[in-house]
């Protein structure tokens, strides 16, 4: 079990130094282009533990382009500004590995 806790820690480190490199890549040429309409939306989560949630907020604030703005534990529901509409996937790919990680 410990093993597998390390697995998901060094999959969820590589995946979200991967989205801060496409995040920035996307937010520069949003930023060139113009191409920016900022949207507010609410993305509910499979994490229960309060300090999952709170990792899984931080790392979408990390992510340029992205920023968490509210935490609703006990509805499993985080509130996060984009800079443009996106899919739930896109916001938070590294969901599963802090549920593995954490949970």
Do not use: C, H
């Not at 806790?5 to 496409?22: D, H, N, P, S």
């Amino acid at each position: 079990m410990f093993i597998t806790r390390i697995f998901y820690g060094i999959a969820y480190f590589i995946v979200l130094i991967w989205e801060i490199i496409k995040a920035t890549i996307d937010v520069a040429i949003r930023t060139v282009n113009g191409n920016v309409d900022p949207i507010i939306v609410e993305i509910p989560t499979v994490l229960k533990r309060p300090v999952s949630q709170t990792v899984l907020a931080n790392s979408i604030t990390l992510t340029p382009g992205t920023l968490s703005i509210d935490l609703d534990s006990e509805n499993q529901v985080i509130k996060v500004a984009t800079i443009a509409p996106r899919e739930k996937e896109d916001i938070i790919p590294f969901e599963s590995y802090i549920k593995g990680m954490l949970e």
